[in-house]
């Protein structure tokens, strides 16, 4: 079997780790394509090295731009990339652009189509995320769903019948990662001394409105306990066009960490505030009570246990953040670390 996974942001370099390192152990011919949605060191190349994933076979070098504009470069130029390669699956992941293009271009291509971590819904139409993973999971041949929710909207849809659940790869690879770094014993340069609140804001809802900008940066600077801030690129763009100091009152700001400094960084934190979908549900496996500064998540779950808390207004961050720690749990909604070898076998063994 052949498969091409197509990948280009930060969060994809994640769920590639956990998929590549499955491929290779059950010898399935792997081509990576990086679209070079995301180019900057620290929000690509590190988590190639530090992630052990082999350098990928193909880079669009895309970079950045408006979302057509960006969407549109990476479907020309993947034509002839799927062409030359010729899969049995193209595998595309999450949520991002550079989900969307490759699932575009497979299609087109008459190549079946893989996606992993299919049937998530915010059920908020004005995201870029949302219309990308619904457009997606339409497309596809094969639904992996995260979990059993995902796997309901799926079948809401009418998809079903292309849906297995596996599980969410990202548990694999945090889950790893947290138990190599024990094992190791390796102390990663602590980004606080004592308790601090770690947070990171890239949203568009929340970076590109000043005034919504304004008010969250404004309640984190008046956090009574430190708060480290991963800025995002997009975060120090916004903030420098609206004139928004992001180092005010409690706030540091810190450049984005590689990702066992970020497992680290959570496991250490008193709580996490935060826009990313990711970052909620690693709060949620390494146990930090995480503030989500949005309407909704895709990863209700983590509010069902209430180890996450939705804080649609600016003013209620402090709160939430210091609020008492929840109860203890052992419920794993996204599986127990085994969700990539899921991912490979079902590859194997639907019928395309
Ligand atoms: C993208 C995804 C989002 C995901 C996020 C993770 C889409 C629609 N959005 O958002 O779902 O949560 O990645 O980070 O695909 N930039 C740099 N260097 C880089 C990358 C970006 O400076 O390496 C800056 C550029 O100014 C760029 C901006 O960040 O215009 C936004 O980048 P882009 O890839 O368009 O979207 P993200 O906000 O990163």
Not at 67 to 74: D, F, N
Not at 223 to 245: E, F, K, N, S, Y
Not at 332 to 339: F, L
Not at 341 to 347: G, H, I
């Amino acid at each position: 079997m052949k498969v091409l996974s197509v990948v280009g942001a930060r969060p994809q370099f994640v769920k590639l780790a956990p998929v590549a390192d499955a491929m290779s152990r059950h010898s399935v011919e792997h081509v990576i394509a990086h679209t070079g949605q995301h180019y900057d060191d620290n929000m690509s190349e590190v988590f190639f090295r530090d992630l052990g994933i082999p350098k990928p076979d193909v880079h669009l070098g895309v970079g950045s731009g408006s979302h057509g504009v960006q969407t549109g470069a990476m479907l020309g130029a993947l034509d002839g990339v799927l062409e030359e390669h010729d899969p049995d699956w193209v595998l595309v992941y999450g949520d991002t652009n550079s989900t969307l293009a490759g699932a575009l271009s497979a299609v087109k291509m008459h190549l079946p189509l893989a996606h992993l971590e299919a049937g998530l819904r915010s059920f908020n139409r004005r995201m870029p995320e949302e219309h990308n993973r619904i457009l997606t999971d339409h497309a596809a041949d094969l639904c992996l769903a995260p979990t059993e929710r995902a796997a309901d909207h799926l079948r809401a849809e009418g998809l079903s019948s292309r849906t297995v659940v596996t599980g969410d790869v990202m548990t694999d690879v945090c889950l790893a990662t947290a138990r190599r770094t024990a094992a190791e014993k390796q102390s990663r340069a602590a980004v606080a001394e004592g308790d601090y609140v770690l947070a990171t804001l890239h949203r568009a809802e929340n970076t590109d409105d000043p005034e919504r900008l304004r008010s969250v940066v404004e309640a984190l600077s008046v956090m009574p306990v430190p708060v480290v801030l991963t800025a995002h690129p997009r975060l120090l763009a916004r903030a420098q066009d609206h004139g928004i100091d992001l180092n005010a009152g409690s706030i540091s700001v810190i450049a984005p960490l590689d990702y066992a400094s970020m497992v680290a960084a959570v496991q250490q934190a008193l709580a996490v505030v935060t826009d990313s979908g990711g970052l909620q549900k690693e709060a949620f496996l390494l146990r930090t009570p995480c503030t989500t500064v949005r309407t909704e998540t895709e990863w209700a779950e983590t509010v069902d246990l209430r180890w996450n808390e939705l804080c649609p207004d600016p003013a209620d961050i402090v709160s939430s953040a210091l609020r008492v720690r929840p109860n203890e749990t052992d419920v794993a909604p996204y599986g127990t670390g085994n969700s990539a070898d899921l991912v490979v076998e079902t590859l194997a063994s639907w019928d395309r």
